[in-house]
């Protein structure tokens, strides 16, 4: 099983990146995947999720209204606008197990049974 993510890089303030998440090695129809952010001062914040129907969606409220997630086919992206200073970080995608009842959106890291390897986001001014 594998995450790949990529996409980051240096961006200036007010700028746009989407980062993308390439999932192989199993099925993930049963699975949220997810978008954590790494900072040193902070650790590892949930960003967003999405089922892989796409039916049922979260995101944070740090980055709502800037932050999108979508997927299509076995990507996952993480589309990331007006980005700001405290955005920077390192970006790891990851994959939950779905409850089987109910409407619940794992967001802590121990829900989450896969993870990418992180890519880089440096917001500049």
């Known amino acids: 099983v594998q995450l790949q993510a990529s996409g980051g890089g240096l961006v200036q303030t007010g700028g746009s990146l989407r980062l993308s998440c390439v999932a192989s090695?199993?099925?993930?129809?049963?699975?949220?995947m997810g978008w954590f952010r790494q900072t040193p001062e902070k650790g590892r914040d949930f960003l967003a999720a999405?089922?892989?129907?796409?039916?049922n969606s979260a995101i944070a409220d740090s980055v709502k209204g800037r932050f999108t997630i979508s997927r299509d086919k076995d990507t996952v992206y993480l589309q990331m606008n007006l980005l700001k200073l405290e955005d920077t970080g390192v970006y790891y995608c990851?994959?939950?197990?779905?409850?089987?009842?109910?409407?619940?959106?794992?967001?802590?890291?121990?829900?989450?049974?896969?993870w990418g390897q992180g890519t880089l986001v440096t917001v500049s001014s």
């Open positions: 990851a994959a939950a197990p779905r409850r089987s009842v109910g409407s619940y959106t794992p967001m802590r890291e121990d829900e989450h049974t896969y």
């Open positions: 090695g199993r099925s993930f129809s049963s699975y949220f």
């Open positions: 999405i089922t892989w129907s796409g039916t």
